[in-house]
């Protein structure tokens, strides 16, 4: 059973910048589509950013130009970078992958991934 364990969170002012990580236990899942999404106080948890087996990435449209996601397989890491943070960022951030087999991004909705980390709190104030 791969786990996946979020770091980086934290409180900021607005506009300005953290980093998440997420590190899994076996290093396969990395190369696998892997995303973050988030969950607000009363919403419902929605994606972020993923990033397939071969690098390329996409973005909801109220993170993109601002979020950057990237992953180091030799790390067994994945990685979100948010910069020019909003008060509306504030969520619970968490990372999903998938099996080996699913490298690409066909499905990023909640149901699409099976593993998930315990999330890190971002508060933008």
């Known amino acids: 059973q791969v786990q996946l364990v979020e770091s980086g969170g934290g409180s900021v002012q607005a506009g300005g910048s953290l980093r998440l990580s997420c590190a899994a236990s076996?290093?396969?899942?990395?190369?696998?589509?892997v995303g973050w999404f988030r969950q607000a106080p009363g919403e419902e948890r929605v994606g972020v950013s993923f990033i397939d087996a071969d690098g390329r990435a996409r973005y909801a449209d109220s993170v993109k130009g601002r979020f950057t996601i990237s992953k180091d397989n030799a790390k067994n890491t994945l990685y979100l970078q948010m910069n020019t943070l909003k008060p509306e960022d504030t969520a619970i951030y968490y990372c999903?992958?998938?099996?080996?087999?699913?490298?690409?991004?066909?499905?990023?909705?909640?149901?699409?991934?099976?593993?998930w980390g315990q999330g890190t709190q971002v508060t933008v104030s």
């Open positions: 999903a992958a998938n099996p080996p087999i699913r490298r690409y991004c066909d499905d990023t909705s909640v149901n699409g991934f099976r593993y």
């Open positions: 076996l290093y396969t899942y990395i190369g696998s589509c």
